[in-house]
């Protein structure tokens, strides 16, 4: 039986990974379960899967969740009794599913420890791409895509030389505002923004997606996933998210993977891989679906994209801090402190302003990236008010 720790257990990777667990009893068990501070939503997860390690970074949380956590099970507290839980769980594969940078050193942990990771949190690749494709090869531990994009590659490339591949090409919903028009853009607001049209997924990534910088973000971890330079990778904009990838080869033929937009599917993959296993997921019947559709992405109404693209072929840190800035303006777009058009505006002017690096070669030399890439981006935040909005006229 494997065990599995789940690094962002609360989350919509973290449920969906159990719902498959709870399919497989006989196959996996959770060892760990982690969250930042839902509380009610990881005792329920312990109650049901009793795994012997809980981490809880919020002490507050933590501290409402430990009378009732069953026996046996052994509570790490905070940011660094996060990383002693990873440590101390002795599990056999990691799902790191927590979102951003903040997954960045426990998965390394993880990778440290010996355990198969299933990576939930392309932050990871996009931060420290070097750094923890260096360690995963050190490690000689298996680097499994859940991403559902990336795990189409994955299964598109299965048992295919590398010098055949031409190209790669992401498919991309487009978000919820693929017809807006640009003017109108910078009125979208958060509970606009976290309704994707297709996903079920937390409020961060879907402001992402909502900007196609998540796709941007999807762009750097293909690059260091499949060891591929930016020209070979394309995105396209496919509304009804049922092609998940396709792969190019040299011979003119092209491969795609095909399914429900249910992450479930993904992470069975590579829970079980190389085997399969009941996900959940019907099969889709293609006939029963709705045309599929296929576009150029705007890049001039989403810039981000772009500028994805632009820091993958820049210096070694700018797609660190491009990560980092985009975090600072998504949270500060969710906080109502500036408007949706400005999250791009400030990820671009922090990578013009900041003083770059050729090369990363150490966690701690990404980190003190990150925090300086934050520091700005939160200097920039200020050029980008949210309007106030005007008075009612008198009568």
């Given amino acids: 039986m494997k065990s599995i720790a789940i690094l962002g257990s609360t989350g919509s990777i973290g449920c969906s990974t159990l719902d498959v667990i709870a399919r497989h009893p006989d196959r996996f068990r959770p060892a760990l379960l982690t969250a930042r501070r839902d509380d009610a939503t990881l005792l329920e997860q312990v109650q049901r899967f009793t795994p012997p390690f809980v981490a809880m970074v919020d002490v507050a949380a933590a501290a409402r969740i430990r009378p009732q956590l069953p026996p046996g099970t052994t509570l790490f507290v905070g940011e660094e009794g996060l990383i002693a839980a990873v440590e101390a769980c002795g599990a056999q594969m990691m799902v790191a599913a927590i979102v951003g940078g903040a997954g960045l050193r426990p ?39 859940v991403d559902s994009e990336h795990s189409a590659i994955f299964q598109c490339l299965a048992g295919q030389p590398r010098e055949a591949v031409a190209s790669v090409m992401l498919t991309a919903s487009g978000g919820p505002f693929r017809h807006t028009p640009k ?12 309704r ?48 998940h990838s396709f792969v190019k080869f040299v011979d003119g033929s092209v491969m795609a993977q095909i399914g429900h937009p249910d992450m479930r599917a993904p992470i069975a993959l590579a829970l079980a891989w190389p085997q399969r296993i009941a996900s959940g997921v019907a099969p889709l019947d293609p006939s029963g679906s709705e045309p599929w559709v296929f576009e150029a992405p705007d890049v001039e109404r989403f810039p981000g994209l772009q500028l994805c693209f632009d820091a993958l072929r820049g210096p070694a840190s700018a797609t660190t801090v491009l990560n980092a800035a985009n975090e600072v303006a998504v949270e500060a777009f969710l906080e109502r402190q500036i408007p949706f058009t400005a999250i791009a505006a400030v990820v671009g002017e922090t990578l013009s302003r900041f003083a770059h690096h050729e090369r990363l070669e150490s966690l701690e030399e990404v980190l003190a990236v990150d925090a300086q890439a934050r520091r700005l981006a939160t200097e920039c935040l200020a050029d980008h008010p949210l309007p106030v909005a005007a008075p009612p006229a008198s009568i």
Avoid: Y
């Fill in 196 to 243: 994707h049209p297709n996903w079920s997924m937390g409020r961060k990534i879907s402001v992402d997606s909502a900007t196609l910088i998540n796709k941007g973000l999807e762009v750097i971890e293909a690059r260091w996933l499949f060891d591929l330079n930016p020209d070979q990778i394309e995105v396209t904009i496919h509304p009804s998210s049922v092609v």
């Fill in 183 to 194: 003017q109108a853009l910078a009125d979208i607001t958060p509970e606009q923004a976290v």
């Fill in 107 to 145: 998965t390394l942990k993880g990778v440290e420890c010996g355990m198969d990771i299933a990576l939930a949190n392309k932050e990871c690749l996009v931060m420290a791409g070097p750094v923890f494709m260096n360690a995963v090869r050190q490690a000689g531990v298996r680097l499994l895509p």
